[in-house]
């Protein structure tokens, strides 16, 4: 969870990786006041971009630097998340949780819009890195 020196830019770094099931994930934040909240209902009724068996998570907002929160991931697919204060600035983030090996888990891209939710703004949207680009890369990293 990063933010430079002004404030004017804030994002995850890495924005993109890919892990086993069963992996726990660690954010620190390093700068800045930022949240990692899972896109889902139970957190604010924003929409469901997280497997539908796994748990929503929200660590709140982090002000300390070197403040930590982690989240165990179990079920296989597509975790999208975002940062409470700059989700409209686009610092969203997004697991893959893949098994290992080559069988195909089913993965896809999580729905747009959903009924009665939230919708996730432009600027998250465009965020995202693709699926395929996580796959392939393991961990994807905005540019410097
Ligand atoms: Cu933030």
Redesign the pocket.
Known sequence: ?K?DTRGAR?WFDPIGVRVLPGTVVRWVLEA????ATAYHPANANHALRIPARAAAWDSGILIQAGQTFEQRLDVPGVYDYF????EL?G?VGRILVLPGGHEDPGIREPAAASEGLRTVPAAALAAFPTIEEIRRAGVVRLAP
Do not use: T
Not at 32 to 35: L, P, R
């Open positions: 969870m933010s804030v800045g006041a930022h949240s940062c409470i204060p700059h600035a610092m």
